[in-house]
């Protein structure tokens, strides 16, 4: 199999499950990053996969850690971007990147709502910038919404859903560059409508959650919307979208208990507290439940 060398920026949440997919499937690969805490749990993080995965430690092997841009980046085929959602950050990490990489490197982001039209819109070479969108955990679930700015080049395009299908991911070809491209647009309508009922007193978190995974929730890795509404008729659709979608949330802004919930600290597992009550067992058992269902469906 033809390898690439692969640079990933950015070792945190996505960076270290990014570096890991490319490297078992067989890519070299450096990751920087500038926190020197990130870097030193980096190894132990990697090694979380492997365990999960049952992959020996040749997998590992294959990933370099680097403390500056310039060596994990220079010499590189594909650099995917894993920093922080800040536009002004990765503006300045792509600008510095064009300066170090070969003219013909692939500069992706793996931005999960800013456009890439945006962050390479001051570069000299944006032909070969595009989007690169894995889903958390990145290791584990297959999709990847490749996006194409304007100015992106067929080239890229094929180049970057080449080495994603030999690292068997599931690259999809999104061909407007829209905030939230198509998955975050699709999650969020659905998330603010639940905030909405929450919010209205119709029901309370649990209740709403348990309507998702145990209805409509338990057939969408089987059907996507459109794929049902062809199942059950567009007639049907229609007569239901009539009744329904006036009545649906279209508030402009985000949802004021969202905003109180975060004003006051109520973040989720982590606090605690967020639209449902964790103890630190049920927010693993969730976390465990979550990892075990999608390792599953990789074997399958």
Avoid at 62 to 75: K, P, S, Y
Avoid at 229 to 255: C, F, K, M, W, Y
Wanted: no cysteine.
């Amino acid at each position: 199999m033809t390898t690439s060398t692969i640079a990933v920026v950015g070792g945190g949440l996505m960076g270290h499950g990014i570096a890991y997919l490319f490297a078992a499937a067989g890519h070299p690969v450096r990751v920087f990053d500038p926190d020197e805490a990130i870097r030193r749990s980096l190894p132990m993080r990697l090694g979380l996969i492997a365990d999960l995965l049952e992959h020996d430690s040749g997998v590992i092997e294959r990933i370099a850690v680097h403390d500056q841009l310039e060596t994990a980046a220079a010499g590189s085929d594909l650099v995917v971007e894993a920093a922080p959602e800040k536009l002004a950050l990765k503006r300045k990490l792509f600008a510095e990147l064009e300066a170090i990489v070969r003219p013909d490197t692939i500069l992706a982001s793996n931005s999960s709502a800013i456009p890439s039209t945006e962050i390479g819109r001051h570069l000299l070479h944006r032909d070969r910038v595009i989007g690169t969108h894995f889903w958390n955990p990145p290791h584990l679930v297959p999709l990847v919404e490749v996006v194409q700015t304007e100015w992106t080049s067929a080239e890229t395009v094929t180049r970057t859903m080449e080495v994603l299908r030999r690292a068997g991911k599931r690259p999809v070809h999104v061909r407007r560059d829209i905030p939230g491209f198509i998955g975050n647009r699709l999650q969020h309508a659905l998330k603010r409508e639940a905030i909405a009922l929450l919010a209205a007193g119709v029901a309370d978190a649990e209740t709403i959650d348990t309507v998702v995974k145990d209805g409509f929730g338990a057939r969408l890795a089987v059907l996507g919307p459109l794929e049902q509404s062809d199942l059950v008729g567009l007639d049907l659709t229609l007569d239901i979208q009539e009744t329904l979608v006036p009545h649906l949330d279209r508030a402009p802004e985000v949802n004021e208990l969202l905003r109180q919930k975060v004003a006051e600290g109520k973040l989720g597992m982590k606090t605690g507290e967020g639209f449902r009550r964790w103890t630190p067992e049920e927010a693993e058992a969730v976390r465990e439940r979550l990892g075990q269902t999608l390792v599953d469906l990789t074997r399958r």
